[in-house]
């Protein structure tokens, strides 16, 4: 079992920055590849971005390219996901996951949304 706790998440203005946070426990976080979901209310569950174990992997969905960056540090179990530039439709529930295997195989499986452990999520509201 890996349990998955995010936490950052808050009220901020367009233009602003937010910087979450998903600490994991339980099973040697290395394994795992970690990704970012969305959703806003009314609408379905969205892509956001995946890391593989190392960090070296990366993707993003286009809505986010060059605006978000994903991270991890593997010393301390815990992924980030830094939210900049953030505009009105960002505004989300936004949770993390994972997905066992850590490579680069593993972030395409989470972009699939096939995901081994979800987090509970974290709101971001970007006022306008």
């Known amino acids: 079992q890996v349990q998955l706790v995010e936490s950052g998440g808050g009220l901020v203005q367009a233009g602003g920055s937010l910087r979450l946070s998903c600490a994991a426990s339980?099973?040697?976080?290395?394994?795992?590849?970690m990704g970012w979901f969305r959703q806003a209310p009314g609408k379905e569950r969205e892509f956001v971005g995946a890391?593989?174990?190392?960090?070296?992997?990366?993707d993003y969905a286009d809505s986010v390219k060059g605006r978000f960056t994903i991270s991890r540090d593997n010393a301390k179990n815990t992924v980030y996901l830094q939210m900049n530039s953030l505009k009105p439709e960002d505004t989300a529930l936004y949770y993390c996951?994972?997905?066992w295997g850590g490579g680069a195989s593993a972030v395409a499986r989470i972009r699939l949304s096939d995901l081994d452990y979800w987090g509970q999520g974290t709101q971001v509201t970007v006022s306008s």
């Open positions: 996951a994972a997905k």
């Open positions: 339980g099973r040697a976080f290395t394994n795992y590849a």
């Open positions: 890391i593989s174990w190392s960090g070296i992997t990366t």
